[in-house]
C-alpha cells in the first residue's frame, strides 16, 4: 500500500477507535465531553472568559516572536515561493472543492436509490474521495505549516487542548498534564491515545453550535 494510502488508513482507524461514529450533537453536556480509559473518567470542557484572554495574551505574544524571526513567513509569502518550485497551493484548493462538489452530487443521488449495489458503488466511490480529499489537505497542510498563520493556529489549538483537558481525582477536576511543556512532551501510546481523544472531543464542543 503507498504510504499516504496507509497513513490515511491509521487515522482513520484511530477516528473508528476514539468514537468517530458517534452522534456528536449527544456527545456534548453542559458545555463538556465525558469519557472514560482505563478505569478512569476524563474530560474537556468549554473555556471560561478569562481562559480566552489568557490563550488570546499568550496567542500575541507567539505572534510578536514569529514576527521577529526571520526563519517564519505569512501565508501569502510561502504560497509565492511555492509558485517559484511549482508548487500550486491555487490548484490544490481548486481540487478540495471539485472534489466535495463530487461528494455532495453523489450523496444526493445516494439519497434517492435503494437498490443494494448501486448504493454499495456509489458508498465507495464517495469513500474514495473521502481519502483522496485528506490526502490533499495533508499535503497542503504540510506545506502550509511553516507559515505564520498556522503556527498561531496551532499553538492556540495545543494551548486549549492542555488547557482543557481535565481528569477526575477524588471527585475533583484536575488538569492532565500540570503544565504546556509536559502536554508537549508527552510520549508513549497511551498517552498519544488520550490526547487524539481530547483533541478529538474539543472540536466536538467547537463545532458543536454549526452542526
Given at each position: 500500500?503507498?504510504?499516504?494510502?496507509?497513513?490515511?488508513?491509521?487515522?482513520?482507524?484511530?477516528?473508528?477507535?476514539?468514537?468517530?461514529?458517534?452522534?456528536?450533537?449527544?456527545?456534548?453536556?453542559?458545555?463538556?465531553?465525558?469519557?472514560?480509559?482505563?478505569?478512569?473518567?476524563?474530560?474537556?470542557?468549554?473555556?471560561?472568559?478569562?481562559e480566552k484572554k489568557e490563550v488570546e495574551r499568550l496567542r500575541n505574544e507567539k505572534y510578536i516572536e514569529l514576527l521577529k524571526n526571520n526563519k517564519y513567513?505569512?501565508?501569502?509569502?510561502?504560497?509565492?515561493?511555492?509558485?517559484?518550485?511549482?508548487?500550486?497551493?491555487?490548484?490544490?484548493?481548486?481540487?478540495?472543492?471539485?472534489?466535495?462538489?463530487?461528494?455532495?452530487?453523489?450523496?444526493?443521488?445516494?439519497?434517492?436509490?435503494?437498490?443494494?449495489?448501486?448504493?454499495?458503488?456509489?458508498?465507495?466511490?464517495?469513500?474514495?474521495?473521502?481519502?483522496?480529499?485528506?490526502?490533499?489537505?495533508?499535503?497542503?497542510?504540510?506545506?502550509?505549516?511553516?507559515?505564520?498563520?498556522?503556527?498561531?493556529?496551532?499553538?492556540?489549538?495545543?494551548?486549549?487542548?492542555?488547557?482543557?483537558?481535565?481528569?477526575?481525582?477524588?471527585?475533583?477536576?484536575?488538569?492532565?498534564?500540570?503544565?504546556?511543556?509536559?502536554?508537549?512532551?508527552?510520549?508513549?501510546?497511551?498517552?498519544?491515545?488520550?490526547?487524539?481523544?481530547?483533541?478529538?472531543?474539543?472540536?466536538?464542543?467547537?463545532?458543536?453550535?454549526?452542526?
Open positions: 500500500m503507498d504510504d499516504k494510502l496507509k497513513y490515511a488508513q491509521e487515522v482513520a482507524n484511530k477516528l473508528k477507535e476514539i468514537g468517530e461514529l458517534e452522534d456528536i450533537k449527544n456527545l456534548v453536556v453542559d458545555g463538556k465531553v465525558e469519557w472514560d480509559n482505563n478505569n478512569e473518567t476524563y474530560r474537556v470542557r468549554k473555556p471560561t472568559q478569562r513567513l505569512f501565508r501569502d509569502q510561502l504560497i509565492e515561493i511555492y509558485k517559484e518550485k511549482d508548487i500550486d497551493i491555487k490548484a490544490m484548493d481548486d481540487s478540495i472543492l471539485a472534489n466535495q462538489k463530487q461528494q455532495m452530487n453523489l450523496e444526493e443521488r445516494l439519497a434517492t436509490i435503494t437498490d443494494k449495489q448501486t448504493v454499495d458503488l456509489l458508498e465507495k466511490e464517495i469513500h474514495g474521495l473521502r481519502i483522496t480529499q485528506s490526502l490533499i489537505k495533508e499535503e497542503k497542510g504540510e506545506l502550509l505549516k511553516y507559515c505564520i498563520e498556522q503556527q498561531l493556529i496551532n499553538f492556540m489549538n495545543e494551548y486549549f487542548s492542555y488547557l482543557l483537558f481535565e481528569k477526575s481525582v477524588n471527585g475533583n477536576w484536575v488538569r492532565v498534564f500540570s503544565s504546556y511543556d509536559d502536554f508537549l512532551n508527552a510520549d508513549g501510546d497511551s498517552n498519544e491515545l488520550l490526547i487524539t481523544q481530547a483533541v478529538y472531543y474539543l472540536s466536538c464542543l467547537v463545532f458543536k453550535d454549526a452542526l
